[in-house]
């Protein structure tokens, strides 16, 4: 089959309630740019990416204006050729950046269509290894008040999750250790407890930062650094907290440099910012071989199905944008495990009608 129309649509969407950490601050809306590729016998793939509020109509240029003509006539299956072809275009504005997630919308669909003409649901597509994986709640709360974290944290305990993710970098970092040593008095000890530092330290801070919170038994202290700081990396990842890291990477060659450096412990790709769920498996690959686990960020109703297919799969993010209102199948969690689908595909279907109010362009 052969490739015969592509279609993109770009929506900014407000979140229900206000979202905080210490890179963005105030979060109040996302940017999902969604891409349909379709083929000669009227099979249909749907891919999507997103960003925090900002960026997204680069994103839908780059897929409205410069890749349609590479994609249009070419075979869907020929997916590792076409991810290629799309760097090359791209690469002299890309090697990352938007170019990252308009690929990610592309790559996303064409595995869709694979699936979908496998008869297969993508976990088992790309390997089969467990259709269910731990997941966890992710936070985004910084300036929540502690009673308001709580009140969160409580919510999601009714909800049947065993792993919670908070925000840390506030400004004081005795506010940080006060509020994970709340949340750890609160979940009790031996509740998977992670915390999210959003790049928000300086390498100093990160340092002292991880040696406060060490008595807390975090299973991990995540993105304590800049991605471009791999020498702290390191040395943050040495002093006994593990270190997640990996959502701001948008090309593998961050993630072989951070691994190799001993500077993660749980590598942490986002499909939407990597060029897809080709690239996305490759960094998971990586973690492999150095005998890491992986974990995931965003977009969880399609990571599920990767992590499924991995041997390496940690926790699942539950993210907290949520397509849940536009979606008819949202992600099953059943006690505390993520439920992969055995829809062919991802399984995903986005309610375009109801998404229409949210259309940028
Ligand atoms: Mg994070």
């Known amino acids: 089959m052969a490739i015969d129309r592509i279609r993109s649509d770009h929506y900014r969407i407000p979140l229900p309630v206000v979202l905080s950490d210490s890179t963005h601050k105030e979060i109040t809306h996302f940017e999902l740019i969604a891409t349909r590729i379709g083929t000669t016998d009227g099979a249909e793939g749907l891919g999507y990416t997103y960003t925090v509020g900002y960026g997204g ?13 590479l994609l249009l006539g070419a075979e869907e ?13 791209l690469h002299w504005v890309g090697r990352g950046g938007s170019a990252a997630f308009a690929m990610a919308a592309v790559d996303v669909a064409l595995w869709d269509l694979m699936g979908k003409r496998a008869g297969l649901p993508l976990w088992r597509l790309l390997g089969g290894a467990d259709p269910t994986v731990p997941v966890y709640a992710g936070g985004i709360d910084l300036f929540f008040t502690l009673d308001a974290l709580l009140e969160q944290t409580s919510g999601n305990l009714d909800a049947g999750f065993e792993a919670i993710k908070m925000k840390v970098g506030r400004k ?18 031996g509740f998977a407890l992670m915390a999210d530092a959003n790049m928000g330290w300086d390498r100093p801070r990160a340092i002292a930062a991880a040696r406060a919170l060490a008595p807390y038994d975090l299973v991990w202290l995540e993105e304590p650094l800049e991605p471009e700081d791999v020498a702290g990396y390191a040395e943050v990842a040495r002093i006994g907290t593990p270190v997640a890291a990996g959502e701001n990477f ?16 749980y590598v942490e790709p986002d499909l939407a910012c ?38 390496n799969a940690s926790y699942l993010e539950r993210h907290g944008f949520g397509l849940e209102r536009f979606m008819e199948n949202p992600l099953l969690i059943e ?3 993520a439920v992969a689908p055995e829809r062919p595909g991802h399984g995903v279907t986005l309610n375009f009608d109801a998404l229409e109010e949210y259309r940028v362009s």
């Open 57 to 69: 109509g680069s994103v839908h240029s780059l897929l409205t204006r410069d890749l349609p003509d």
């Open 335 to 337: 006690k505390g495990r």
């Open 274 to 311: 990597l060029g897809g769920i080709t690239a996305w498996m490759k960094a998971a690959r990586m973690a492999e071989a150095a005998h890491l686990p992986v974990t995931s960020h965003g977009v969880h109703d399609l990571h599920v199905h990767l992590m499924a297919a991995v041997p």
């Open 77 to 89: 299956t020929r997916i590792e050729a076409l991810w290629k072809e799309m760097w090359w275009r």
């Open 172 to 189: 004081k970092l005795s506010e940080d250790v006060e509020r994970v040593a709340a949340m750890r008095d609160y979940l009790g000890d």
């Open 250 to 265: 948008h090309n593998l060659q961050e993630f072989s440099q951070l691994i190799a450096a001993g500077g993660v412990h």
